[in-house]
C-alpha cells in the first residue's frame, strides 16, 4: 500500500545531516544541476554539504596540492570536485573514519570532514584516509532555507552517503546515488507530463 504525502513526510527526518540531497531534473538553479551533495550539517541554523558531481575542469588533488608547496606527483589523476557556490577557494575534504584530525567532523560513520592542512599533507605523505574527496567551495543553506526548498524546489532526499561513491569519477556520483535508492535516474523527466 502506498504511503500518502502527510505519512511519507512524518518518516522524513527532520534534518538531512550524512544523507545525499540530490538534484531532481529540471533543477532551476544551474549551480545545482545534477548536483549530488553530501549532506555534512544540518541543524535549526542552516544546512551546509558538500556537490561530489562536479570536477573542477584541468585541477587535480596533485596541482592543489602544488600551490601550498605540498608534492603529491601520486594524485595527479585525482580530481578536486566543485563543492558548491560558496566560498569557491575554501577547501574541504571529504574521508574516511581511518584518519581523524583536530578539526574533523563526522557526518556519517562512513564520513568525516575536515578543512586543514594537516589533512593534504597526510594525504600526500601516504598517511591520510584511504578514501577521500577533496572540494572547494561548497553548498549552503541559512536557518530554514533548506526546508523550505524541499517543499517547493527540485530535491530529492537519498540515503546515507555511501562509502563507494568515493571510488566513483564525480559525473558518475549522480546517478549512483539515486541507483542507491532503488531509482534509475535515466527515467526522470525534468518536466510534468500532461495526462
Known amino acids: 500500500m502506498a504511503m500518502s504525502p502527510e505519512d511519507q513526510a512524518q518518516q522524513s527526518p527532520r534534518f538531512y545531516g550524512g544523507r545525499m540531497l540530490l538534484a531532481m531534473p529540471g533543477m532551476s538553479d544551474p549551480n545545482f544541476a545534477r548536483a549530488a551533495i553530501a549532506m555534512c550539517v544540518h541543524d535549526a541554523h542552516g544546512a551546509m554539504g558538500l556537490d561530489i558531481s562536479r570536477a573542477i575542469e584541468g585541477l587535480s588533488v596533485a596541482g592543489l596540492m602544488e600551490n601550498f608547496g605540498i608534492e603529491a606527483p601520486q594524485l595527479a589523476h585525482v580530481p578536486v570536485v566543485r563543492g558548491g557556490p560558496v566560498e569557491a577557494q575554501r577547501g574541504f575534504v571529504l574521508h574516511g573514519p581511518d584518519w581523524s584530525g583536530q578539526d574533523s567532523l563526522a557526518v556519517t560513520d562512513e564520513w568525516q570532514l575536515s578543512g586543514s592542512m594537516?589533512?593534504?599533507?597526510?594525504?600526500?605523505?601516504?598517511?591520510?584516509?584511504?578514501?577521500?574527496?577533496?572540494?572547494?567551495?561548497?553548498?549552503?543553506?541559512?536557518?530554514?532555507?533548506?526546508?523550505?526548498?524541499?517543499?517547493?524546489?527540485?530535491?530529492?532526499?537519498?540515503?546515507?552517503?555511501?562509502?563507494?561513491?568515493?571510488?566513483?569519477?564525480?559525473?558518475?556520483?549522480?546517478?549512483?546515488?539515486?541507483?542507491?535508492?532503488?531509482?534509475?535516474?535515466?527515467?526522470?523527466?525534468?518536466?510534468?507530463?500532461?495526462?
Do not use: T
Open 118 to 195: 594537516d589533512i593534504l599533507k597526510a594525504i600526500a605523505g601516504g598517511k591520510g584516509p584511504m578514501r577521500f574527496i577533496v572540494a572547494l567551495g561548497y553548498s549552503g543553506w541559512g536557518a530554514g532555507q533548506l526546508e523550505f526548498e524541499m517543499k517547493h524546489h527540485g530535491w530529492f532526499l537519498g540515503g546515507p552517503v555511501p562509502a563507494e561513491l568515493g571510488g566513483l569519477a564525480p559525473g558518475r556520483r549522480w546517478d549512483a546515488s539515486f541507483a542507491a535508492c532503488g531509482i534509475d535516474s535515466r527515467l526522470l523527466a525534468g518536466n510534468a507530463g500532461q495526462a
